[in-house]
């Protein structure tokens, strides 16, 4: 019986006296590569054909708010949200904090205007943007803080603690 070699015996180059009834592998099927049209690879030469990648959000489509990414984990005692804010100045900030939802909204404006001719890649967001999170716990909202450093905003929320208990003294009189 004339066996093809298998997918490992091909790989590494051995052929072994005892070979599979079936390898998967041995399959051949036909590939038929088809390039998308819409694929430039990045080490391509810029020609006078290939158009600057643009993407287009905030103050490019009217109407659109970006969404601010964050992230939220909690402590022993505090829920803390961060989010990048870079490039937003602390005026340009607004934080409303209920008991148990956060919004963030603001806006990033460009400095400089910039033909978008001129542009090779446009991949930051210029505008307005806002995020609302739900909170999976009730947080104290006079004790709470906001603090923004090297571009990252940090909120920190301390939690209420439900199964805390006081126990209240009767005053006679």
């Known amino acids: 019986m004339n066996m093809k ?3 490992f015996e091909r ?6 006296a ?3 009834q079936h390898d998967a592998f041995d399959d051949d099927l036909p590939t038929i590569a088809t390039p998308r049209k819409d ?3 990045r080490t391509a030469p810029r020609s006078a054909t290939t158009t600057p990648q643009t993407v287009t959000l905030g103050s490019e489509s009217k109407g659109s708010e970006g969404q601010l990414p964050v992230d939220v984990h909690q402590t022993q005692s505090d829920i803390v949200i961060r989010a990048f804010v870079a490039g937003v100045r602390p005026d340009e900030l607004s934080i409303s904090i209920s008991r148990d939802m956060v919004e963030i909204s603001g806006s990033r404006m460009e400095r400089e205007q910039i033909a ?12 307005s943007f806002s995020r609302t999170i739900l909170l999976p716990q009730e947080v104290d909202v006079e004790a709470s803080s906001a603090s923004a450093k090297d571009g990252l905003l940090t909120i920190i929320l301390p939690r209420l603690d439900k199964a805390r208990q006081t126990k209240l003294r009767v005053k006679a009189g």
């Open 5 to 7: 070699p298998s997918f």
């Open 11 to 16: 790989l590494s180059g051995n052929s072994s």
């Open 18 to 20: 005892v070979q599979p």
């Open 39 to 41: 694929f430039i690879p």
């Open 116 to 127: 978008s001719t001129d542009y090779f890649t446009r991949e930051l967001f210029w505008g």
